[in-house]
């Protein structure tokens, strides 16, 4: 099959590679991937700055993201020839801890979990990829490809289960949300905001463009970086999406009382902090406030995604895809473009 790869840690390695057909220890479904996303975390492991290869290669599969469509499903296993479906990224470690032994892989206790085309496990930027039906996941037929959608929402998912879990430890009203980057995952983040009826703020440096249009199309209003401080002020919930710290940490100066902060982006260490410790705490301790991380999803939160894809207008998801760009063409989607939101790359089976 043709798959890209990398050999993780070597900068500059990445590759359209003839790699082996999928081995049957993979699973009993074969699937045939049709549209794979591109984020972050891909351009990390192409930099060399992340990303295990299974053994006993030294190349890595990448794509995480990824829709496909069931080729080969044996009967009993839930899927059928033509289903479309999303394979889940984390496997539990083998121990397995008690988290992963329940099923919340998304909390793995001993860091020895395994993720599909980020650590230890080949991924699904190939043209096939087989997998146990435990870790498929059916995706609504009505979406199409928009479905390749479904991963990225399930980080956004497991974060605002995990704030409404935290919000419960009182009595709490919230009102204003304020969502830091309107890339991909600050987008999804806002529109799992709005279908609960928030009032919802979305920050990010660009003054025009796709992205400030797609708040306003949600119903959010557009903030520009420069203008934080007044969005900070009044936000009873934060879900930061860029891993610029700084400016969450602008938003803990205010005070608001109860406000839960979710960090999903994730940034280099070694940034500077102008943030006053002192006021810090003492804002946190006086208003109750939480400064949460949050990785990664599990079953239950990939249920929860694709009923919020399944609600949302469709024409908004699509505007979420700005590139798209055929495996002939690879590394042009890997090489990042100004506007891009979310860019995926297509292969042959793709369907309309
Ligand atoms: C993926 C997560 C994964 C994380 C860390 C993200 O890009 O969406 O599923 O856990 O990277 O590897």
């Not at 087989?130 to 390749?148: C, F, M, N, S, W």
């Not at 895809?321 to 002939?328: A, F, G, K, N, Q």
């Not at 590394?331 to 297509?346: E, F, G, M």
């Amino acid at each position: 099959v043709r798959a890209v790869t990398v050999i993780p840690g070597k900068q500059g390695s990445v590759a359209l590679s003839q790699m082996p057909e999928p081995p049957s220890e993979d699973g009993r479904i074969l699937v045939q991937t049709q549209v794979v996303g591109i984020c972050g975390t891909d351009q990390e492991i192409i930099n060399g700055d992340y990303g295990e290869a299974p053994p006993p290669g030294d190349r890595l599969i990448i794509g995480h993201e990824a829709l496909g469509r069931v080729a080969e499903a044996p009967p009993g296993t839930g899927f059928a020839a033509g289903d479309l479906v999303v394979g889940i990224v984390r496997r539990p470690d083998p121990v397995p801890c008690p988290a992963c032994a329940a099923g919340d892989w998304d909390m793995c206790l001993n860091g020895r979990y395994t993720e599909r085309g980020i650590a230890g496990r080949h991924g699904y930027a190939s043209e096939r990829y087989r997998i146990h039906p435990e870790y498929l996941v059916a995706v609504d037929p009505g979406l199409g490809t928009l479905g390749v959608l479904l991963e990225p929402v399930t980080v956004i998912a497991k974060a605002w289960e995990h704030v409404e879990k935290i919000g419960r430890r009182s009595t709490w009203a919230p009102r204003t949300v304020l969502v830091t980057g309107a890339g991909p995952i600050g987008l999804l983040a806002a529109l799992m905001s709005v279908q609960r009826g928030y009032d919802t703020y979305v920050l990010d440096l660009v003054t025009e463009g796709r992205k400030p249009e797609m708040v306003r199309w949600l119903g959010g209003t557009y903030v520009h970086t420069g203008d934080l401080s007044e969005a900070a002020a009044a936000a009873d919930i934060v879900i930061e999406c860029t891993g610029h710290v700084q400016m969450l940490l602008e938003a803990a100066r205010h005070h608001v009382r109860h406000r839960i902060v979710c960090l999903t982006g994730v940034s280099a260490a070694g940034a500077e902090s102008m943030v006053d410790p002192g006021l810090l705490n003492r804002n946190m301790v006086l208003n109750n406030n939480v400064l949460f991380g949050s990785v990664n999803a599990n079953r239950r939160h990939y249920e929860l995604a694709a009923a919020a894809l399944s609600q949302a207008d469709h024409d908004w998801l699509a505007g979420l895809i700005t590139r798209r760009v055929p495996l002939s063409q690879w590394a042009d989607a890997y090489s990042r473009k100004p506007d891009d939101i979310k860019t995926v790359l297509t292969f042959s089976g793709e369907t309309a």
